[in-house]
């Protein structure tokens, strides 16, 4: 009767050879480990080199919108000023003082509340919703006082503005959100490079 390894000789031949590989272990030349670990030394630097240039369009965007801030309260200002003393009137003599104290009630409100005013309304809606929703007495009190602040104060950004600031506030939100827009388009091609 024959066994059964002898049945199948290629089976043995097989196992032989696992066995073998098994004590000898597999070598990998040196070459291949040497460009392996060059592969994965180049990946870890792509990595990098993407997460710097990631951080690198933050930045940029951050900048950029804080800059579009700045223009506006400038182009907000030249406008208050412009619509407060306009070029055509006679100027009469002014001291420094009195220039000053006009500047600081006519047109200093409209410069440090030049994007205020869709913040101060986002804030009533939601201050509105919380009163609404609110069943405990001291809480309800203190939503409703600062809803009437901000009232008042969205009545203030209101009264009297200048239709040439409100021109310059309606355009800076609109610059603001194509600067967020440009960011989110933008934000794909790093992740594409990191894969």
Known sequence: MLSAL???PCIDWVFAVMILALFAGCATPIEVKTASKAQLDLLTALDGAVSDLQQSFDQFHKAKEARIREEGRMFV???????????????????????????????????????????????????????????????????????????????????????????????????????????????PFPDILGR
């Open 6 to 8: 002898s049945r199948w």
């Open 77 to 187: 200002a030249r406008q208050a000023i412009a619509a407060i003393y306009p070029t055509n009137r006679p100027m009469k003599q002014i001291t420094a003082d009195a220039l000053f104290e006009s500047y600081n009630t006519n047109v200093q409100p409209w410069v440090d509340n030049a994007l205020a005013l869709p913040d101060v309304e986002a804030q009533i809606v939601s201050l509105t919703k919380k009163v609404a929703a609110t069943g405990d007495p001291a809480l309800k009190g203190r939503y409703t006082l600062a809803l009437q602040d901000l009232q008042e104060l969205r009545a203030r950004l209101i009264r009297n503005k200048p239709s040439a600031v409100t021109e310059f506030e309606d355009m800076i939100p609109a610059d603001l959100y194509n600067e967020r827009h440009t960011l989110q388009d933008v934000q």
